[in-house]
């Protein structure tokens, strides 16, 4: 049989069949689903349910008012099955979407990272030449530089002392204009008083002006010829000044000549350099070039992450308002025909209780394989496995058993019954009729011998030299030899042979000091297979080889021993959540051991704290249904 939900009765249809079919447009492949899944859990119509079934149909797919209780649940259950098939669809669609967009979200992210860093290694080689090429010019250049700095500096404080001459030859000049202004005046001056004494035709008046004309003349003539000494003292100073000046400009025009030819000559070196390194210098154009594409690719691929972006915002929006979960969650997916184990270790009472629930649930899902898992080292494990098949109710009472000692002693064919001897000496009951004495007759050796339940079934014989055990044997129910333990003369333990049911040995336990030493598992040969230093290595070893990973195992989330199981098996779990473990702080560390997300929980309050607190893509089904709203709200 195919995989299907058990829990909504849809078997899972023929990828091939899928394939087969026509495009279609979204709303058509939802609508096509759900209509397929309808048909895929309708259970199959026998001869004699033919009519029946057709009357049935007929009944839940009337728009007619509504008569009767059950066609009111029967149309009900067909809207709550197309509600779950149409989800599923709508899920299906909405999440591939996510993925294809998140994937060309991912390409976008990655080609904006991979662009980005031949950007940086494009801009750290180009900065490399640049920097090769300016210590080459340095180095090239240094001695010109540095002959450069000392003329700019030589014809910057010259220029300086220029502006000073300059502004003193200016200032002098004026004090020469004001000088030569005052010659031409007393000169002026002396013309006019002559003027004046020669023009004067009284002889009583020129008599009497002569002297002091006279006077003034020859004041005016000293104060010229000191004025004169004055100016030539000023022109001397200004000559000098410009003397300097002209020598100052000369020393300029040489240095900026220098500083021109220097110049020239750095210009030579950077052609010289530039034309040495050429390779370098293709590369930088060749960079630049890079560095302008890669700088378009860059801007298209942010543009077409903002575009993914907006896309994906859009569908978790969807997800969100149709949804309401922001993980694909379906429903667990079994075969009727897998058989469920159930790991029946370290379990609490509600526990038990639980587990029962979900034997229940799985039995009425058509679930015809039961097993029961436990690590226990232990002898006829029958009683055991018969109270939890009660407690678990187990219909038909039949399960699988899966123990490493009980599936090793249950090889073979089932031998023939363990005998006691028949030659005795004597034969007693104790008092309390629960242990049987027998005398072998050489008086040395006793047995002892207990039974099942005060019956007729024996179930353990401890052999007895003189007062000191030898031996003890521990039978099956059905009466063949299970076990044998032997002990060193001090009485301390020696080694546990184990048989399988056709009397073979199996398993062989050493002891030292009464301390388990080492395990030896032996072929129906009597060969040696492997070797284990303790009983949790042994399990371990027989978990890896012998168990039967195909089946489903069932266990509590939280229990320890369960998940360390799926882990060590690689089967295919399916863990068991209740509303204390889904609200547990520990909850996402559990699911993290689990080899896949697939859970049976409590009820759909547990099953919605499960999904948010896991936020991963889970298969999880109910073990109480009973969930239908009030109302189904619809998006618009």
Same mark, same amino acid.
């Given at each position: 049989?195919?995989?299907?939900?058990?829990?909504?009765?849809?078997?899972?249809?023929?990828?091939?069949?899928?394939?087969?079919?026509?495009?279609?447009?979204?709303?058509?492949?939802?609508?096509?689903?759900?209509?397929?899944?309808?048909?895929?859990?309708?259970?199959?119509?026998?001869?004699?349910?033919?009519?029946?079934?057709?009357?049935?149909?007929?009944?839940?797919?009337?728009?007619?008012?509504?008569?009767?209780?059950?066609?009111?649940?029967?149309?009900?259950?067909?809207?709550?099955?197309?509600?779950?098939?149409?989800?599923?669809?709508?899920?299906?669609?909405?999440?591939?979407?996510?993925?294809?967009?998140?994937?060309?979200?991912?390409?976008?992210?990655?080609?904006?990272?991979?662009?980005?860093?031949?950007?940086?290694?494009?801009?750290?080689?180009? %900065?490399?030449?640049?920097?090769?090429?300016?210590?080459?010019?340095?180095?090239?250049?240094?001695?010109?530089?540095?002959?450069?700095?000392?003329?700019?500096?030589?014809?910057?404080?010259?220029?300086?002392?220029?502006?000073?001459?300059?502004?003193?030859?200016?200032?002098?000049?004026?004090?020469?204009?004001?000088?030569?202004?005052?010659?031409?005046?007393?000169?002026?001056?002396?013309?006019?008083?002559?003027?004046?004494?020669?023009?004067?035709?009284?002889?009583?008046?020129?008599?009497?002006?002569?002297?002091?004309?006279?006077?003034?003349?020859?004041?005016?003539?000293?104060?010229?010829?000191?004025?004169?000494?004055?100016?030539?003292?000023?022109?001397?100073?200004?000559?000098?000044?410009?003397?300097?000046?002209?020598?100052?400009?000369?020393?300029?025009?040489?240095?900026?000549?220098?500083?021109?030819?220097?110049?020239?000559?750095?210009?030579?070196?950077?052609?010289?350099?530039?034309?040495?390194?050429?390779?370098?210098?293709?590369?930088?154009?060749?960079?630049?070039?890079?560095?302008?594409?890669?700088?378009?690719?860059?801007?298209?691929?942010?543009?077409?992450?903002?575009?993914?972006?907006?896309?994906?915002?859009?569908?978790?929006?969807?997800?969100?308002?149709?949804?309401?979960?922001?993980?694909?969650?379906?429903?667990?997916?079994?075969?009727?025909?897998?058989?469920?184990?159930?790991?029946?270790?370290?379990?609490?009472?509600?526990?038990?209780?639980?587990?029962?629930?979900?034997?229940?649930?799985?039995?009425?899902?058509?679930?015809?394989?039961?097993?029961?898992?436990?690590?226990?080292?232990?002898?006829?494990?029958?009683?055991?496995?018969?109270?939890?098949?009660?407690?678990?109710?187990?219909?038909?009472?039949?399960?699988?058993? +899966?123990?490493?000692?009980?599936?090793?002693? +249950?090889?073979?064919?089932?031998?023939?019954?363990?005998?006691?001897?028949?030659?005795?000496?004597?034969?007693?009951?104790?008092?309390?009729?629960?242990?049987?004495?027998?005398?072998?007759?050489?008086?040395?050796?006793?047995?002892?011998?207990?039974?099942?339940?005060?019956?007729?079934?024996? %179930?353990?014989?401890?052999?007895?030299?003189?007062?000191?055990?030898?031996?003890?044997?521990?039978?099956?129910?059905?009466?063949?030899?299970?076990?044998?333990?032997?002990?060193?003369?001090?009485?301390?333990?020696?080694?546990?042979?184990?048989?399988?049911?056709?009397?073979?040995?199996?398993?062989?336990?050493?002891?030292?000091?009464?301390?388990?030493?080492?395990?030896?598992?032996?072929?129906?040969?009597?060969?040696?297979?492997?070797?284990?230093?303790?009983?949790?290595?042994?399990?371990?070893?027989?978990?890896?080889?012998?168990?039967?990973?195909?089946?489903?195992?069932?266990?509590?989330?939280?229990?320890?021993?369960?998940?360390?199981?799926?882990?060590?098996?690689?089967?295919?779990?399916?863990?068991?959540?209740?509303?204390?473990?889904?609200?547990?702080?520990?909850?996402?560390?559990?699911?993290?051991?689990?080899?896949?997300?697939?859970?049976?929980?409590?009820?759909?309050?547990?099953?919605?704290?499960?999904? +948010?607190?896991?936020?991963?893509?889970?298969?999880?089904?109910?073990?109480?249904?009973?969930?239908?709203?009030?109302?189904?709200?619809?998006?618009?």
């Amino acid at each position: 049989m195919g995989l299907r939900d058990m829990f909504r009765g849809k078997s899972e249809q023929s990828d091939t069949t899928a394939a087969s079919q026509p495009a279609l447009t979204e709303a058509e492949r939802v609508k096509r689903q759900a209509t397929e899944n309808n048909d895929r859990v309708r259970p199959a119509a026998t001869p004699q349910s033919t009519t029946a079934t057709a009357n049935e149909e007929t009944a839940v797919n009337t728009n007619s008012p509504i008569e009767s209780a059950t066609i009111a649940k029967q149309k009900l259950a067909a809207v709550a099955q197309q509600y779950n098939d149409s989800r599923e669809a709508l899920q299906d669609l909405l999440f591939e979407q996510q993925d294809t967009v998140q994937e060309r979200l991912d390409q976008a992210a990655e080609k904006i990272k991979t662009t980005q860093t031949q950007i940086d290694e494009a801009s750290q080689e180009m %900065s490399g030449i640049q920097d090769q090429l300016e210590d080459a010019v340095q180095s090239a250049s240094a001695k010109l530089v540095a002959q450069q700095k000392t003329l700019n500096d030589k014809i910057a404080a010259n220029q300086e002392t220029a502006k000073g001459l300059v502004a003193n030859v200016n200032e002098l000049s004026h004090e020469l204009t004001v000088l030569n202004q005052r010659q031409q005046k007393l000169t002026e001056d002396e013309d006019s008083i002559s003027a004046k004494f020669e023009a004067e035709k009284d002889p009583a008046a020129i008599v009497a002006l002569a002297d002091q004309y006279r006077q003034t003349i020859d004041d005016n003539k000293d104060e010229r010829l000191k004025n004169a000494q004055v100016i030539a003292q000023v022109e001397s100073k200004r000559q000098g000044l410009k003397d300097q000046l002209q020598s100052v400009r000369d020393t300029l025009t040489t240095d900026q000549k220098t500083v021109s030819d220097i110049n020239d000559e750095l210009e030579d070196v950077m052609v010289k350099i530039a034309t040495a390194d050429e390779e370098k210098s293709h590369r930088l154009d060749e960079l630049s070039d890079q560095l302008a594409s890669l700088q378009h690719d860059l801007a298209g691929a942010e543009n077409r992450q903002d575009e993914q972006q907006a896309q994906l915002t859009e569908i978790n929006q969807d997800i969100h308002d149709w949804l309401g979960v922001p993980v694909p969650v379906k429903g667990l997916m079994l075969d009727t025909d897998t058989e469920i184990i159930l790991d029946m270790d370290q379990l609490s009472d509600q526990q038990v209780a639980l587990m029962k629930r979900v034997v229940s649930l799985l039995v009425q899902r058509g679930v015809n394989r039961v097993g029961l898992y436990t690590s226990q080292f232990t002898l006829n494990l029958n009683e055991q496995i018969a109270k939890w098949t009660t407690e678990l109710a187990v219909d038909g009472g039949v399960v699988t058993v +899966h123990n490493p000692l009980y599936n090793l002693q +249950h090889q073979g064919e089932l031998g023939a019954k363990f005998q006691l001897p028949e030659e005795v000496t004597s034969d007693t009951w104790n008092e309390s009729h629960t242990e049987r004495t027998l005398t072998l007759p050489d008086g040395e050796w006793t047995l002892k011998v207990h039974y099942y339940d005060l019956g007729d079934r024996i %179930s353990t014989i401890d052999y007895f030299k003189g007062d000191e055990i030898s031996e003890s044997s521990t039978l099956t129910t059905s009466g063949q030899l299970a076990a044998n333990r032997f002990y060193n003369a001090d009485g301390t333990k020696d080694r546990d042979e184990y048989y399988r049911q056709n009397g073979l040995g199996v398993l062989t336990v050493h002891y030292e000091q009464d301390s388990l030493s080492q395990i030896e598992l032996l072929s129906p040969v009597g060969m040696q297979v492997a070797t284990f230093d303790s009983i949790d290595a042994f399990t371990k070893w027989w978990l890896a080889n012998d168990f039967n990973s195909k089946g489903v195992l069932v266990g509590p989330l939280e229990n320890a021993d369960y998940r360390e199981l799926v882990s060590m098996t690689k089967g295919m779990p399916v863990a068991l959540v209740t509303a204390d473990v889904a609200a547990s702080d520990k909850l996402n560390d559990w699911a993290a051991e689990m080899t896949q997300q697939q859970y049976l929980v409590a009820d759909y309050e547990t099953e919605i704290k499960l999904i +948010h607190r896991l936020q991963k893509p889970l298969n999880v089904s109910l073990i109480d249904p009973h969930n239908l709203p009030v109302m189904l709200g619809v998006v618009e």
